[in-house]
């Protein structure tokens, strides 16, 4: 198993910044992605930016331009630089990995909890 748990989420003022951080852990073989959900209330969960463990990013269109995936797989910790947040950013923000553990080398999915960013108007 790999367990995930995020930090960073809070209340901040739109227009504001914020940095969530994930950490894996557990018997890890190798993580190939890590990446960035949310969702929001009322909506179905979207993907926000991903990171390969070559070091390629990946991000929603939309995003792009206020956010910031970084991070090392290997180091098993990714974050997600935030700014100039909108309350239509506030949702629940979940780490998810895309990888295997020991000893069979067959990846699997893998969430975290997910951590709440509120953003006010």
């Known amino acids: 198993q790999i367990q995930l748990v995020e930090s960073g989420g809070g209340l901040v003022q739109a227009g504001g910044s914020l940095r969530l951080s994930c950490v894996a852990s557990?018997?890890?073989?190798?993580?190939?992605?890590m990446s960035w959900y949310r969702q929001p209330p009322g909506k179905q969960r979207e993907l926000v930016a991903s990171?390969?463990?070559?070091?390629?990013?990946s991000y929603f269109d939309f995003l792009k331009d206020r956010f910031t995936i970084s991070g090392d797989i290997n180091g098993n910790t990714i974050y997600l630089e935030m700014t100039g947040l909108k309350p239509d950013d506030t949702a629940v923000y979940y780490c998810?990995?895309?990888?295997?553990?020991?000893?069979?080398?067959?990846?699997?999915?893998?969430w975290g909890p997910g951590t709440q960013v509120t953003v006010s108007s």
């Open positions: 990171i390969t463990s070559g070091g390629s990013t």
């Open positions: 557990g018997r890890i073989y190798r993580i190939e992605t």
């Open positions: 998810a990995a895309h990888g295997s553990t020991w000893p069979y080398p067959t990846n699997t999915d893998y």
